[in-house]
């Protein structure tokens, strides 16, 4: 194993389906690569990206590129500009920097008007001739929707999540002309949509009470996994024990991005619970993030700062193995998340590794308590500490869950059945179909 950052102690290809020929697929993003705390998102979409080229399917990527600019890159390769006509010329670049200024004066904040006309004209250009158009919703965005609205083209919303609540819920609300800007953007694309793709049932049923979405039109699609990267590797399971230092100690594994919305505080609570009865037992934290520093400081403060590892950022293979080599490994949530289907909870089952997760509604529609994993209410150190506990002290157990976990994921969880169920969703789209039952 090379792992890419440095180790610290805290102190198939498919083809589409037969008789039907592949789609020309626009997949528009809201950035045209991982941006900022967006790595995890941008993967997701990556995997699917690819699942349906590996289906036959021509699958191009489109994203804004600053505040003016458009991108595409056909094939997924290196994206290339998108010339702009009217929106390129003196007139409108004097009109929206006069614009600017004007809000500037008066105090008013940017508000994406020029920005998405300027992307509604490259849309016109790019998107003529493709089948589908898959959008991945973002805050105030609009360009996209506009362009398929006047080109008449099929238009499948991805919504991520109510980003207006969020802000609420993180304590940074939008206010004024911001918020009545974004519900005005929002309920356009949501009113566009030919059909709408979201994570998780709570979320189609906030489509529903918060902006009147039809249910036959949004679908629900938890995340996925790829099952032939993340699987058992019992081949490299001395060598990663041996990287980390545990030897055939208890070894439990965090595998993310610290952020708010991983609640690795409670985490590090239970396993300092833990240390007490299992004194050999170690804590690995796979990743980086921007809560990594406060809680390898917390760790150290719990006094547990010697029996946790911090591995910082390393590749999604050397995850894969570290997951894999792990007694237990966590999903933590903190009690308010809406919205989360964790791709790390199906990367877990995948690899065959007995897991704990918070019983939020979203993680009990993949985990069954006691049949491919454990649940604990979300917050709950104590009752984490027995679950932790009851697992490294029952390896019958443990090994049982982990194997139908694992049969699950290659069931129901692989990217290629995602690539699948979405093909049949893209052409109920472009027949204006509903797809709520797909």
Not at 110 to 125: G, K, M, P, T
Request: aromatic share 8%; net charge positive; proline share 7%.
């Amino acid at each position: 194993m090379r792992p890419s950052a440095s180790l610290t102690v805290a102190g198939s290809e498919r083809s589409a389906a037969p008789g039907k020929q592949g789609l020309r697929i626009a997949w528009c993003q809201p950035v045209p690569g991982p941006a900022a705390g967006g790595e995890a998102s941008f993967y997701q979409q990556t995997c699917i990206a690819k699942g349906l080229q590996a289906r036959g399917h021509a699958v191009t990527l489109v994203a804004p590129s600053g505040f003016d600019d458009l991108v595409h890159a056909p094939g997924l390769k290196s994206p290339v500009l998108v010339p702009r006509t009217w929106s390129g010329t003196r007139l409108f670049t004097f009109s929206r920097k006069a614009a600017w200024r004007a809000q500037q004066c008066l105090r008013v904040p940017y508000l994406n008007v020029f920005s998405n006309y300027s992307l509604l004209d490259a849309c016109l250009r790019i998107l003529p001739g493709y089948d589908v158009v898959h959008e991945r919703n973002g805050l105030y965005k609009a360009g996209v929707a506009m362009a398929c609205k006047r080109l008449q083209l099929p238009y499948l919303l991805f919504f991520d999540a109510d980003e207006i609540l969020e802000h609420d819920l993180a304590g940074r609300p939008l206010h004024g002309i911001l918020r009545w800007r974004a519900r005005r953007i929002i309920r356009f694309t949501l009113q566009t949509a030919d059909g709408i793709v979201c994570v998780t049932t709570f979320a189609k049923q906030h489509l529903a009470r918060a902006w009147g979405v039809p249910p036959q039109k949004v679908a629900v699609f938890p995340n996925g996994v790829d099952v032939e990267r993340y699987r058992p590797y019992p081949e490299h399971r001395t060598e990663i024990r041996s990287w980390l230092g545990t030897g055939d100690a208890p070894l439990i594994v965090f595998a993310g991005t610290f952020q708010p919305w991983h609640d690795i505080k409670t985490l590090l609570h239970a396993f300092a619970g833990l240390l007490e009865s299992d004194p050999r037992a170690l804590l690995a934290l796979v990743g980086d993030g921007e809560t990594r520093g406060s809680m390898a400081e917390y760790a150290r403060s719990l006094g547990v700062g010697r029996s946790v590892r911090l591995t910082g950022a390393v590749s999604q293979d050397e995850v894969a193995r570290v997951v894999s080599a792990a007694d237990v490994a966590v999903c933590p949530s903190p009690k308010v998340q809406l919205w989360g289907s964790p791709m790390k909870l199906f990367e877990y089952m995948a690899s065959g590794t007995a897991l704990v997760a918070s019983d939020l509604p979203q993680i009990a529609e993949v985990v069954q308590d006691g049949v491919n994993g454990l649940l604990v209410p979300p917050g709950d150190a104590p009752a984490l500490r027995v679950a932790l506990k009851r697992l490294i002290d029952d390896p019958a157990l443990s090994a049982r869950l982990g194997r139908r976990a694992r049969e699950d994921a290659v069931r129901n969880h692989s990217w290629d059945r995602y690539a699948s169920r979405l093909e049949r969703v893209y052409r109920a789209v472009i027949r204006r179909q509903p797809i709520g039952q797909l």
